[in-house]
């Protein structure tokens, strides 16, 4: 089964992404020495996320990206890989990963394993979107966007088979749509 802009409806607001941002950007430059803190992007969902939350923190912060791969379609595979990696060491540093959703929690828990062993001063996690419904590994969120239910959602970064990330806000898959494809 395949899904059309129609299928989905909106369910996160351009409002509240950016009343969230802001309160999200406050707290972690309150919270963080922006002079050793290296925000990594995991790309491609974190895109849109990481551009409007940087520009919400102090300038002299640095950034870098890699990206994983671990989904198709809707359904988690459950397999992590690195498709590229940092381009600088991270030793000694403040590692900010900034992720666009925490679903299984299996990527974020391959990636903070992966990056601890590199010996980072600290590494915390800052992802938009958090699925608890599905979780399989717990991680540790330090900074959460929203709390969302089980569904299936694109936009702001977030894509199905690779289109929509530049809607400027979440929709989520419409629930009979769901409901046909789980029946199918
Ligand atoms: P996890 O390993 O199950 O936590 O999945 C993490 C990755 O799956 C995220 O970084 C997303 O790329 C993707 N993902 C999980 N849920 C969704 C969703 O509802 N829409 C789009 N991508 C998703």
Request: contains cysteine; proline residues 5%.
């Given at each position: 089964m395949s899904y059309a802009l129609s299928d989905f409806e909106p369910l996160i607001t351009r409002e509240q992404l950016d009343k969230r941002l802001d309160e999200l950007g406050r707290e972690i430059t309150k919270d963080l020495d922006p002079e050793h803190l290296v925000v990594v992007g995991v790309l491609k969902g974190a895109l849109v996320f990481m551009a409007d939350l940087i520009r919400r923190l102090p300038p002299t912060i640095t950034c870098d990206f890699l990206r994983l791969s671990s989904y198709e379609?809707?359904?988690?595979?459950?397999t992590v890989r690195f498709d590229f990696d940092l381009t600088q060491p991270i030793k000694g540093k403040d590692v900010l990963i900034v992720e666009d959703i925490v679903d299984t929690g299996l990527t974020m828990d391959f990636l903070l394993k992966a990056l601890e062993v590199r010996g980072p001063r600290s590494i915390k996690l800052c992802t938009?979107?958090?699925?608890?419904?599905?979780?399989?590994r717990d991680v540790p969120i330090s900074y959460l966007g929203f709390t969302i239910p089980d569904r299936f959602v694109i936009g702001y970064g977030l894509d199905y088979e690779g289109q929509?990330?530049?809607?400027d806000h979440i929709a989520a898959l419409r629930p009979y749509r769901a409901n046909q494809a789980a029946e199918a």
């Amino acid at each position: 089964m395949s899904y059309a802009l129609s299928d989905f409806e909106p369910l996160i607001t351009r409002e509240q992404l950016d009343k969230r941002l802001d309160e999200l950007g406050r707290e972690i430059t309150k919270d963080l020495d922006p002079e050793h803190l290296v925000v990594v992007g995991v790309l491609k969902g974190a895109l849109v996320f990481m551009a409007d939350l940087i520009r919400r923190l102090p300038p002299t912060i640095t950034c870098d990206f890699l990206r994983l791969s671990s989904y198709e379609g809707t359904e988690s595979s459950g397999t992590v890989r690195f498709d590229f990696d940092l381009t600088q060491p991270i030793k000694g540093k403040d590692v900010l990963i900034v992720e666009d959703i925490v679903d299984t929690g299996l990527t974020m828990d391959f990636l903070l394993k992966a990056l601890e062993v590199r010996g980072p001063r600290s590494i915390k996690l800052c992802t938009l979107l958090h699925k608890p419904a599905r979780t399989k590994r717990d991680v540790p969120i330090s900074y959460l966007g929203f709390t969302i239910p089980d569904r299936f959602v694109i936009g702001y970064g977030l894509d199905y088979e690779g289109q929509y990330r530049n809607l400027d806000h979440i929709a989520a898959l419409r629930p009979y749509r769901a409901n046909q494809a789980a029946e199918a």
